[in-house]
Nanobody, 124 residues
């Protein structure tokens, strides 16, 4: 599976942005596709995932109500509203078959395919 993320940029606090992730190859080899982010000086963290088939979604608490993950064929989107400086990070899309969805770390460990990131910078 090849993943290509795009859509990052510099925005102001309160603005919106939409990230896109184009997937190609053996997408059927994964159950879910999602977004993760890594802020400067911090570890990579889970943001949101969506299943390829049923459209089920799951979000980290800090973005619930502000971010929306969606899918259209082999492209996955992350609509980000009400952005704040704490959302500044490199955003990565990834796909995989997590063995467990019990916690964010388990989900991240289950991602087998990663794309290059796209930088989102939110100024105050």
């Amino acid at each position: 599976v090849q993943l290509q993320a795009s859509g990052g940029g510099l925005v102001q606090a309160g603005d919106s942005l939409r990230l896109s992730c184009a997937a190609s190859g053996r997408t059927f080899s994964s159950d879910v596709v999602g977004w993760f982010r890594q802020a400067p000086g911090k570890e990579r963290e889970f943001v949101a995932i969506i299943s390829w088939t049923g459209g089920s979604t799951y979000y980290v608490n800090s973005v619930k109500g502000r971010f929306t993950i969606s899918r259209d064929k082999n492209t996955v989107y992350l609509r980000m509203n009400s952005l704040n400086p704490e959302d500044t990070a490199v955003y990565y899309c990834a796909a995989g078959k997590p063995v467990s969805y019990s916690d964010y770390e388990s989900i991240m460990r289950g991602m087998d395919y990663w794309g290059k990131g796209t930088l989102v910078t939110v100024s105050s």
